[in-house]
């Protein structure tokens, strides 16, 4: 049976952040020329996949991203919306500071905080004061589900569709919340896996197939019953647009973007552009800041 409606998750380009050891959440760091780079190379490898609707977080990075995506779609121009719930993690105090691996022994966890110290925390219920636990982004992110994709989901299955394509442009964090949180809908209860780790710019695909639904035979049910779902992820991490970008050597690639290139005429007269260092070399599409977005770090 072909699934009903199939949602495409994309990670964000690379951002101005994510060249730093920081915790980078609702700080609105914009994409780096790089990574307008990378979103505009997404863009084309998803422009044959027809999307009726592309929601984005309201955060530069993805934001631009997502439009990336919509301005690479054929005619008509998908349907497109900003949403908050699409957010990644809030770090809260810690927004902008540096990361650490490790705690100080002989200090409690409300000393570094008062040292400006910002460990990883290991537990899903922690969190940095006025942040954001994986708990509270997990809850954050049933919400998003429920509001954004579920709606498509149950208008397509009343209208005898199939193969409706939506998208959503998100963070690192966020996009390892929102996966597990659709799998929780599939009927079966499916045990979520680990979704982090994603290279920036990369997509993750989840296939939602709705139990008697069928192409061109609509499907009549209350809103307080439902049909069933059974939900399959089929692509995870798919980053294979990747290859053709480049990094701009001296400094350029890293440098934040500008859609009417600012930072790049004040490098040629020059100036460096603000924030700017040495050249951080990183694989590609990998990044240095929020460290519970690798996938090796253990949570509780």
């Known amino acids: 049976m072909a699934p009903t409606v199939i949602v495409t998750f994309i990670r964000h380009g690379e951002s101005t952040d994510n060249l730093r050891t920081v915790w980078a959440g609702w700080k609105d760091a914009p994409l780096s020329n790089h990574g307008m780079k990378q979103a505009q190379a997404v863009a084309r490898s998803l422009s044959t996949t027809r999307f009726s ?12 991203t ?22 990644e993690q809030h770090w809260g105090v810690a927004e902008g500071a540096a990361w650490a691996w ?3 022994p002989g200090m409690t966890i409300e000393e570094h905080f008062a040292k400006g110290i910002f460990p990883v925390l290991h537990e899903r219920h922690q969190k940095f004061p006025e942040g954001e636990s994986l708990d509270d982004l997990y809850a954050r992110a049933t919400q998003a589900i429920d509001q954004l994709v579920m709606p498509h989901v149950w208008k397509a299955a009343r209208e005898g569709k199939t193969g409706v394509n939506i998208a959503l442009a998100s963070h690192g964090l966020c996009i390892s919340a929102l996966i597990p949180a659709l799998l929780a809908k599939d009927e ?11 290279y920036n710019t990369a997509w993750t695909r989840v296939a939602i197939e709705v139990q008697g639904a069928l192409e061109g035979v609509p499907l009549d049910f209350p809103d307080s019953n439902p049909p069933k779902l059974r ?30 290139q600012q930072d790049i005429r004040a490098f040629f007269g020059g100036g460096k552009p603000k924030g700017e260092g040495t050249e951080t070399e990183l694989e590609e599409g990998r990044s240095e800041s929020n460290a519970l977005d690798e996938a090796d770090v253990e949570i509780h």
């Open 231 to 260: 939900i399959q992820v089929t692509d995870v991490n798919r980053h294979e647009h990747l290859a053709e970008v480049k990094r701009q050597k001296g400094g350029i690639g890293s440098a934040a973007h500008d859609p009417k």
């Open 102 to 104: 490790e705690q100080t």
């Open 66 to 87: 997502g439009q990336a995506v919509r301005d690479a779609q054929p005619d008509p121009t998908p349907y497109f919306e900003e949403s908050p719930l699409l957010r």
């Open 53 to 64: 609707a592309i929601y984005a977080s309201p955060l530069k990075r993805a934001l631009w």
């Open 188 to 198: 079966r209860g499916v045990r979520p896996g680990d979704y982090r780790g994603l």
